[in-house]
């Protein structure tokens, strides 16, 4: 089992930053891909980022591709998110998923743990 536990979510004006932040506990952290997607007000679940087991390959959503940055301390078992020029429509709730994968997984139904969830929000 892996446990994931996001932070840094907040209340933000737009073209502010925010960083978030996804820690993982159990299993050994190594050899997970990891994600992060979010689920606006209303709205679908929508990928943003992934990034590989060894932080080497990376691939965003166009919605989000040049504003936001994923990367991961192996060591410190975290993924984190940067998140730059925000967008009132950047608000979500905002979540990481960790799969066992070799690469980069963009589909959200292949991810099999979840975390909680941390709120954005990004005033105009």
């Known amino acids: 089992q892996v446990q994931l536990g996001e932070s840094g979510g907040g209340l933000v004006q737009a073209g502010g930053s925010l960083r978030l932040s996804c820690a993982a506990s159990?299993?050994?952290?190594?050899?997970?891909?990891m994600g992060w997607f979010r689920r606006p007000p209303g709205k679908e679940r929508e990928f943003l980022a992934t990034?590989?087991?060894?932080?080497?390959?990376?691939h965003y959503g166009d919605s989000v591709k040049g504003r936001f940055t994923i990367s991961r301390d192996i060591g410190k078992n975290t993924v984190y998110l940067q998140m730059n020029s925000l967008k009132p429509e950047d608000t979500a709730v905002y979540y990481c998923?960790?799969?066992?994968?070799?690469?980069?997984?963009?589909?959200?139904?292949?991810?099999?743990?979840w975390g909680q969830g941390t709120q954005v929000t990004v005033s105009s």
């Open positions: 998923a960790a799969v066992e994968s070799a690469g980069v997984v963009a589909d959200s139904t292949e991810y099999d743990y």
């Open positions: 159990g299993r050994t952290f190594k050899w997970f891909a």
């Open positions: 990034i590989s087991w060894n932080g080497g390959l990376t």
